[in-house]
């Protein structure tokens, strides 16, 4: 029986293919099999954001990574279990995301995005914290301090220095967020990605009535925006106050403006 010449194409083809995964196997098993006498050399660690936030140190990760393997370097890689390391290092308090990982010229690369925080909380009993970005608490850090609005008054928060506490549901599944710590926090969120209000909003006070109070950079004055429902529509409404009155009767010439009213701008010299 004679065989065309597409079928002998076909046939080769094969052949071919069967060579290539028979190769692709064999250098596969080569190559774990070396893995197991590769030895860590060296240590390098990446913490993301370290301009802008200072919470966590190469160090601090390092010594994570040494309670699951006491030398990493000298020890084979076969011996360090990246995922061990990573839920190590995610223990600190600071730490959003690690990842670990080991390369065939034996290094172990560690990777570390850090928390965002937004806000600082201080208690009635003058302890403090950080709320970040996913609604997390984190304690204060000894390497550094955020520059972030601080909220203080009649709101208390229980601080836990260890753990990854999560004190706000950062998921909004609807418009309404009970409780006042979930507002404030929505609130927040808001005015960061604000580029006026961002620059323009200091302190947040609530007072004994559970009304806000704001402490502004510019300006001799305080706004007290009252409950935070449509807190939006009161800062549109002071926008336009600050826009429209106050280039012409001076920043200075009030010492509190309110606009816990609808339709009223209310203003104390």
Known sequence: MKISRRKWAILGTIIIWIGILSYLGTSIFFVKGKDKDIICRRVEVVVADSVK?????KDDVIRMANREVKTLV???????NTH????????????????????????L???????????????????SCYIDSQGYMIPLSDRSAADVVVVSGNISLKVKKNGRVKVVNAAKDSSYRKGLLPQLFDFVSYIRNDEFWNAQIEQIYVNSS??????????NHTVLLGSLDE??????????????????????KYSVINVKYANQVICKK
């Open 84 to 107: 061990r390391i990573e839920r190590r290092i995610l223990e600190l308090p600071f730490v959003k995301n690690a990842e670990a990982y080991t390369t065939v010229s034996g290094v």
């Open 74 to 80: 000298g020890t084979r890689l076969s011996r360090i």
């Open 231 to 252: 807190f939006r529509a009161k800062l549109k409404k002071l926008f336009i106050f600050y826009k429209n009155a106050l280039p012409s009767e001076g920043w200075n």
């Open 109 to 127: 690369k560690i990777k570390v995005e850090q928390r965002e925080a937004i806000m600082r909380l201080f208690n009635p009993d003058g302890s």
């Open 53 to 57: 936030s200072k919470f966590i140190a």
């Open 210 to 219: 559970n009304d806000v109070e704001l402490v502004t950079r510019v300006g």
